[in-house]
């Protein structure tokens, strides 16, 4: 059994590459949608909507980095943006139906390339696979 600090040393070589291949995955699955866009669309998507510094706090990421994304939502037409009824000053970002289809379609391909990746694995790896991600991924560590 390898001692903890290989095991770490391995977890990082994996998951950089996990991360890696997902990004490459995803320019040649939907070149319309990067692993970056499609993951900030399908942020608001699942919340309805959102304000731009929700998106800056969730994927911890600078302002003007979130505005360059949303100006290029915007610019496709795969946002709208109403003005926020609680505070006039602020707008509320929502995918547009444009926005909607483009991830539905993006999903449908992902789904589909995890599904051949997957093709070997029986389902007790598959579910014991998304629980230690999901464990992982909920761990707030600074």
Not at 3 to 32: C, G, N, P, W, Y
Request: some cysteine; overall charge neutral.
């Amino acid at each position: 059994m390898p001692d903890r600090e290989t095991s770490t040393d391995v977890i990082q070589q994996e998951l950089t590459a996990f991360a890696r291949r997902a990004r490459h995955k995803a320019v040649q699955l939907h070149h319309e949608l990067t692993l970056v866009a499609h993951s900030m669309l399908d942020h608001i998507r699942r919340n309805g909507s959102c304000h731009a510094a929700d998106l800056a706090a969730h994927f911890m990421l600078d302002k003007s980095t979130v505005s360059r994304q949303i100006a290029m939502f915007e610019a496709e037409g795969m946002i709208v943006r109403e003005t926020d009824p609680d505070d006039h000053r602020r707008q509320i970002l929502k995918a547009s139906e444009k926005g909607l289809d483009q991830l539905k379609e993006a999903n449908r391909q992902r789904r589909s390339s995890f599904r051949e990746r997957f093709t070997d694995w029986d389902d007790a790896d598959l579910a014991q696979l998304a629980v230690y991600l999901r464990r992982y991924n909920a761990a707030d560590v600074h």
